[in-house]
T-cell receptor
Framework: SAVISQKPSRDICQRGTSLTIQCQVDSQVTMMFWYRQQPGQSLTLIATANQGSEATYESGFVIDKFPISRPNLTFSTLTVSNMSPEDSSIYLC?????????????FGPGTRLTVL | GENVEQHPSTLSVQEGDSAVIKCTYSDSASNYFPWYKQELGKRPQLIIDIRSNVGEKKDQRIAVTLNKTAKHFSLHITETQPEDSAVYFCAATPGAAGNKLTFGGGTRVLVKP
């Protein structure tokens, strides 16, 4: 499977500021996704990062709050804008590799964000 | 959209016993069902998956079964070991363009030595 890295691994930020999280894959992948995992909770999809076009956001998530870029098939960024303590979560990117006609997804190591 | 429910939320078993986690899904178009294991502070790791054209799949001590008619699938872990202690997540995807995963709420498994 692909090797996925994320930067930063963790950060502590002040409310009202923004943080950009990077996701890098060591090979070209079809699909890239961004998830949020709140403390002790399951994973919730924020958006699908589309190469060369605007991301596709899930219900409850908007571009102004979570702008996403995907300039090529190996890299994506997620920005958490105008942060509040409620944004404290682990943010994970995942990548899809095709197998049997359906993309199998693998996760990056995550970025643990704490907003004070 | 898809809705995935997972039970139980916590499961405590004695080492050597079996553990079973059950999930139900709502979208009959879903055709791919992965299971992830997440240890404390780590990323979710894919441990096994099943596609809708298969009823059962095994990999050493773990197996997954799928009942498309009833829209439920289960993870079975046999001969549990302390290193099986983790949170397990089931997921489902329609497999159409986008291949988004919808996750269950997770099951915290504790294997007692």
């Amino acid at each position: 499977s692909a090797v996925i890295s994320q930067k930063p691994s963790r950060d502590i930020c002040q409310r009202g500021t923004s943080l950009t999280i990077q996701c890098q894959v060591d090979s070209q992948v079809t699909m890239m996704f961004w998830y949020r995992q709140q403390p002790g909770q399951s994973l919730t999809l924020i958006a699908t990062a589309n190469q060369g076009s605007e991301a596709t956001y899930e219900s409850g998530f908007v571009i102004d709050k979570f702008p996403i870029s995907r300039p090529n098939l190996t890299f994506s960024t997620l920005t958490v804008s105008n942060m509040s303590p409620e944004d404290s979560s682990i943010y994970l990117c995942s990548v899809g590799t095709r197998g049997g006609g359906t993309d199998t997804q693998y996760f990056g190591p995550g970025t643990r964000l704490t907003v004070l | 959209g898809e809705n995935v429910e997972q039970h139980p939320s916590t499961l405590s078993v004695q080492e050597g016993d079996s553990a079973v986690i059950k999930c139900t899904y709502s979208d009959s178009a879903s055709n791919y069902f992965p299971w992830y294991k997440q240890e404390l502070g780590k990323r979710p790791q894919l441990i096994i998956d099943i596609r809708s054209n298969v009823g059962e799949k095994k990999d050493q001590r773990i197996a997954v079964t799928l009942n498309k008619t009833a829209k439920h699938f289960s993870l079975h872990i046999t001969e549990t070991q302390p290193e099986d202690s983790a949170v397990y997540f089931c997921a489902a995807t329609p497999g159409a363009a986008g291949n988004k995963l919808t996750f269950g709420g997770g099951t915290r498994v504790l294997v007692k030595p």
